[in-house]
């Protein structure tokens, strides 16, 4: 069992990493309920693989749960089910004081915990996230967002959870290919500063794939320590460090709005391929070697993710998917920031890229 602590001042909370840790939510959450009532927000799928462990858990210790079911999806992340969670949570007469458990992965978090920063101004929520990607990333930081017509997570709030329970197993449910697409973040944070993790990921990213459970953990744990460390130093992405962990997000982004943000693309797979357009984009820069950006393509490669345009199902042109990444809303003051390497575990936020340049990279890649 791990306990990693995102220092926060008043707003610190642990993260509780162990297996088998759902089957005793008894002892880990009943302490969140009220009246011996917690209320429980997760998504039809999640209900189906791990509520019932959840529920058995709060039972023993005489905690029963209120659930509130959602469709599962990127498409719940908006007004429509915010309004119908805000109304279903009123109706269950949450207060200020209450904690709400998000249950399941990405969209259930960001949703729960935008719902928990506006209920009567702020209510508390607790993170029990089911998929790789909540566990080494969306479930830690306190970013929460819907999407907006204009485009993903578009309108939201910085609310941090008051815990987060991390259970490795209840990726035993989760489709391979939802595994593969969370574990692009997890060679992320090796790319970021850890030259020495993503050679682990090497080594072990198979293993973590196949389901070993202590690759799985190990490689959980390590990200969530990065994430915590990273959260602690920029809570508000007001320094620039945070601005790191969407390192392949802009390339990602564009991949995703050009495949219309369907299953065609899962976000992880987005994050994949633009991780590897990155270092490419590097090395064509001069700023790291050839043989990094063929490191971490051949990785990415190795265990099934995109790692270009055609793998990723891109084929608009340079200047198409640059305009798509005009709507990034990491757009600031007309300059759209990008995050580049000088080598393996050596990312940085460079805010001098000329657009029409990036375009005409990725015309050669298209033509490759
Ligand atoms: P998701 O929440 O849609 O989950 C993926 C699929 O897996 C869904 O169909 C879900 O029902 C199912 N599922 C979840 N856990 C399961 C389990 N244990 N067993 C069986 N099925 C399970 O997607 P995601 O990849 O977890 O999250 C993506 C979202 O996260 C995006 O909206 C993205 O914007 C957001 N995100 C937020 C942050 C942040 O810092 N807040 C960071 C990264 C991504
Ligand atoms: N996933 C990016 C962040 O939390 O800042």
Not at 289 to 307: F, N, Q
Request: glycine share 10%.
């Amino acid at each position: 069992m791990a306990i990693v602590n995102v220092a926060l001042g008043e707003r610190s909370y642990d993260i509780l990493i162990e297996s088998g840790s759902l089957d005793r939510s008894g002892a880990l959450l009943a302490k969140y309920a009220r009246k011996g009532r917690l209320v429980v927000v997760t998504d039809d799928n999640v209900a189906a693989a791990q509520l019932p462990r959840l529920d058995a858990g709060l039972r023993a210790a005489e905690t029963r749960i209120a659930p509130i079911l959602l469709p599962a999806g990127e498409q719940t992340k908006s007004w429509h089910h915010l309004e119908q969670l805000l109304d279903a949570l009123l109706a269950l007469e949450i207060e200020r004081g209450d904690h709400v458990i998000a249950l399941g992965g990405g969209v259930i978090g960001d949703l729960v915990g935008f719902a928990a920063s506006i209920l009567k101004r702020g209510c508390h929520f607790v993170q029990v996230p089911t998929t790789l990607l909540a566990q080494v990333d969306s479930s830690v930081g306190g970013k929460t967002a819907i999407n907006a017509k204009a485009g993903k997570n578009l309108i939201g709030s910085f609310h941090q959870p008051a815990f987060v329970l991390i259970d490795p197993t209840t990726l035993d449910s989760l489709p391979d290919r939802e595994t593969r697409a969370g574990y692009a973040e997890v060679v992320k944070y090796g790319l970021i500063d850890d030259a020495e993790f993503f050679a682990w990921c090497e080594r072990h990213g198979g293993d973590l794939l196949a389901g070993d459970p202590e690759a799985r953990t190990r490689a959980i744990e390590r990200s969530v320590r990065a994430k915590a460390a990273i959260v602690a130093d920029d809570e508000r992405e007001t320094s620039g460090r945070r601005a790191l962990l969407n390192l392949g997000h802009t390339f990602g982004h564009a991949l995703e709005a050009d495949t219309g943000f369907s299953d065609m693309l899962l976000h992880g797979e987005g994050v994949a391929a633009g991780m590897a357009l990155a270092f490419r984009y590097s090395a064509r820069l001069g700023l790291c070697s050839a043989g990094d950006a063929e490191r971490v393509t051949a990785h990415l490669k190795s265990v099934g993710l995109p790692h270009d345009l055609s793998s990723a199902h891109v084929t608009a042109d340079g200047p198409t998917l640059v305009g798509h990444m005009l709507h990034d809303k990491k757009m600031a003051a007309g300059t759209l920031p990008f995050l580049l390497a000088r080598g393996i575990g050596q990312t940085f936020l460079s805010k001098d890229v000329a657009l029409s340049d990036v375009a005409a990279f990725l015309d050669e890649e298209r033509a490759a």
